[in-house]
């Protein structure tokens, strides 16, 4: 009845709180702390962490970044998209558009790639399947990102952040090779 | 003139301009929720693959409907009327400057009727979050901003009602702890519609032309200052709800005064930057900012949920032993009344919310764990856990106590309400249950087509996604059918209920007061402080409420297994850096 009436006591906040609460409280706050800590401990004990990097750039500049990966390093193509092997520990571009992701990229198993990521119109969503990495990508900005494949097959990026009607048509192939 | 009247079977005053208010914005809240029923028939039945109804412009239009009348206008009309009562109601008291809490009213119906014709004109199918750079018709904006205005006005209609009070002394002592949960969440919603007008109100002129450019990464962060915190409110006020409900079907009294109260402080100072969830995966954030702000070191905004996880059920256990229900640990639970909606709304939301929604957000919120989450249809399944059936539900139970209090109709089809809640939580319990598998196995949220038909390149998700979506159908569609049983229950109410006082005819349910002679009261009775307790419960030796404790400790079991399973679940994937 009281929890719609006001207080019994004037001055509440001087009755004493029961033995139940006051354990309850301490152990959540101890999970909460844990799961705080476990946020820095996988900095720096995890393999799985997003690198701080990032840059601000426009549409243009990116494109060429990209277009200038994909003269270098072209090695086929498929259904009109270049196939891009870059050398291990290069920078890797890729880019999300309406509505793909280009180019294909081949990469080796094992290798760290600096992978950069940009879009050149709205908000996309990097969705690597069936790893199950996802990404936001925002136009305007630049990310990078240090992967390291371990396994090797085909894989599919796609896009799942809403870009309009074409949307689920978005998607994007990285194809790791054993080396 | 008299402008109150006594609820006999409650005893709540109602001030009659405050009761108009309420039945209000109670029914615009019920119009809504009905728009987003119908629109989420249609997004549940697309993303059921193997039925997969509506055509690709269609769905994408619809789920942008269903986010925003499900999220924004039905939750926050409904709110609105939680807020005049919390104040007026629960203080005995006038409510303050009732036509400016007209014009807010009307500013809001205004604001969601432009955008949903935004909406429906097509060229707005944005999804509730409108990320720009993809552009919305301006009209699509400037609902929202005028939605946004109407309640803020109410909000401070509220707190000019608080002020009345206080000043007319027309309660002893401080204001009850439901009254001080709505302060919360109107405290919050302040800080939430300022945020909104950060960013709408540039992003209006933007399509309007005024303004050239708005920057991305900016409009998510700020956005999701108002779209993250707009949840916060949804919980401050259901929370109130569930001790508005425990004590009146209980008379239960919250187990300790000041660790409650401070629970909902720790939801004001804690939770203003949570749009920090949203960006955990996005560029140009580091990850020292990530960290701090989903949990400012030390998670006291989770802290604050699993409080009123405990206080919420355990006064309501103590106050039912108190009756002798004392057998066992759980004699209080079973013999709760289940037959009634009002109960069982309250206590699957409270479980639901706390077992799946809580959980899955802490989790999902977590810097690195994101990384497998983000954007899936995870994300949609725990916020249908945190909303739909927290919230809502919630709201739902709510509107079966208000029908009689407020509305004076006894319940059109007694027997369909008394299992709603059954049919609505199975049916969204089996598609959030399912909805998170398939996020798990990395299925897009937001994304019409599973098969990617006609994309040049070609992909895959595995056949189990497949069947977890198909049973996600089925809970969603007995979800749905959940929903209509409220509607025809609610409505039925109004319409055809049976009139518990003289009626002022066929629309008293639909914002008119009743007839003049049920306000027969100048002035209520000061409201009176809660009796003492005979004997002092609290500081005893013993556990007052044991069954809770150990539902409390399943929760927390749940919640590290579960924490750590998705740690192991992210060490499986590339390892990035």
């Known amino acids: 009845m009281s929890s719609f009436l006001p207080p019994s006591e004037r001055n509440w906040w001087s009755t004493p709180v029961g033995k139940q609460e006051i354990i309850w409280i301490g152990i959540a706050l101890v999970w909460c702390l844990i799961m705080f800590f476990m946020m820095p401990y996988w900095h720096i004990y995890g393999k799985q962490n997003l690198s701080n990097e990032a840059y601000q750039t426009n549409a243009p500049r990116y494109q060429a970044n990209v277009d200038a990966m994909v003269a270098s390093y072209k090695v086929g193509e498929e259904a009109g998209m270049p196939i891009v092997r870059p050398p291990p520990g290069s920078d890797v571009y890729m880019l999300g558009r309406l509505w793909q992701w280009y180019p294909i990229l081949e990469l080796e198993k094992n290798q760290s790639y600096r992978l950069h990521l940009s879009s050149m119109d709205w908000n996309h969503g990097f969705s690597l399947q069936p790893v199950n990495i996802n990404l936001q990508i925002v136009p305007g900005y630049e990310m990078v990102i240090t992967v390291a494949p371990d396994q090797a097959g085909e894989f599919t990026v796609v896009c799942n952040e809403f870009c309009g009607i074409g949307h689920h048509l978005m998607l994007g192939k990285i194809y790791v090779k054993e080396n | ?577």
């Open chain 2, 1 to 577: 003139m008299a402008q109150f009247r006594v609820c006999p079977d409650s005893g709540f005053y109602f001030d009659r301009s405050a009761e108009s208010l309420m039945k209000a914005n109670a029914v615009a809240g019920a119009v809504s929720l009905l728009i987003a029923g119908i629109l989420a028939l249609g997004v549940i039945l697309t993303r059921w693959q193997e039925v997969h109804l509506l055509p690709a412009d269609m769905f994408y239009q619809v789920l942008t409907g269903h986010g925003i009348n499900a999220l924004i206008f039905w939750i926050i009309f409904f709110e609105m009327a939680i807020l005049y009562f919390a104040s007026s109601t629960l203080l005995r008291t006038r409510i303050a400057a009732p036509r400016w809490a007209w014009l807010g009213f009307a500013l809001m119906i205004i604001g969601m009727v432009m955008n949903n014709v935004a909406v429906l004109q097509g060229n707005s199918s944005v999804m509730m979050t409108s990320y720009a750079p993809m552009q919305a018709a301006p009209h699509f904006y400037l609902g929202l901003i005028l939605f946004a205005v109407g309640a803020l006005i109410g909000c401070f209609v509220f707190l000019g009602t608080l002020v009345i009070a206080r000043e007319d002394r027309t309660y002893e002592g401080s204001i009850p702890l439901v009254t001080f949960g709505a302060l919360t969440a109107c405290i919050i919603a302040i800080f939430t519609i300022a945020s909104g007008a950060i960013i709408l109100v540039p992003t209006f002129l933007w399509s309007i032309g005024y303004i050239g450019h708005i920057d991305a990464a900016m409009y998510r962060v700020i956005w999701w200052g108002m779209g993250h915190s707009s949840q916060q409110i949804n919980v401050a006020a259901h929370v109130s709800v569930w001790y508005l409900i425990v004590g009146v079907l209980f008379n239960a009294r919250p187990m300790s005064e000041k660790v409650s109260r401070s629970a909902f402080l720790l939801y004001i100072l804690f939770l203003q930057l949570a749009s920090a969830h949203h960006i955990l995966v996005d560029p140009g954030i580091s990850s020292e900012w990530k960290v701090f702000n989903t949990s400012y070191a030390m998670y006291l905004a989770v802290l604050a949920s699993m409080i009123h996880g405990l206080t919420v059920p355990g006064s309501m256990e103590v106050a039912q032993r108190a009756k002798g229900y004392t057998k066992g640990m759980f004699e209080w639970l079973r013999k709760a009344p289940w037959g009634n909606p009002v109960f069982s709304g309250f206590f699957f939301s409270l479980i639901i919310f706390g077992f799946i929604g809580g959980i899955t957000g802490v989790v999902m919120g977590t810097e690195q764990i994101n990384l497998i989450i983000h954007n899936t249809i995870y994300v949609p399944a725990h916020f249908h856990a945190t909303v739909a059936v927290g919230t809502t539900l919630t709201f739902m139970a709510l509107t079966y106590l208000l029908i009689p209090v407020l509305f004076r109709r006894a319940l059109f089809l007694p027997g369909v309400a008394k299992i709603q809640p059954y049919v609505f939580s199975a049916g969204m319990t089996l598609m959030i249950l399912f909805m998170l598998g398939a996020g798990t196995l990395g299925v897009a949220r937001r994304h019409w087509d599973m098969d990617f038909t006609g994309a040049l390149l070609a992909f895959e998700y595995p056949g189990t996604a497949y069947t977890l979506m198909a049973v996600a159908g089925i809970g969603g569609v007995l979800g749905v059918l959940g929903g209509a049983m409220y509607l025809v229950v609610t409505v039925g109410s109004l319409l055809f209920g049976k009139k518990l006082d003289e009626s002022a005819g066929l629309l008293q349910g639909f914002g008119m007061p009743l007839a003049p002679s049920s306000y027969n009261v100048e002035q209520p009775e000061r409201l009176q402080m809660a009796p003492k307790l005979a004997v002092e419960q609290h500081g005893s030796a013993g556990f007052e409420a044991p069954g809770t404790f150990a539902l409390a400790l399943a929760l927390l079991v749940c919640f590290v297994v579960y924490y750590f399973i998705n740690w192991d679940y992210l060490s499986s994937v590339w390892p990035l850096s």
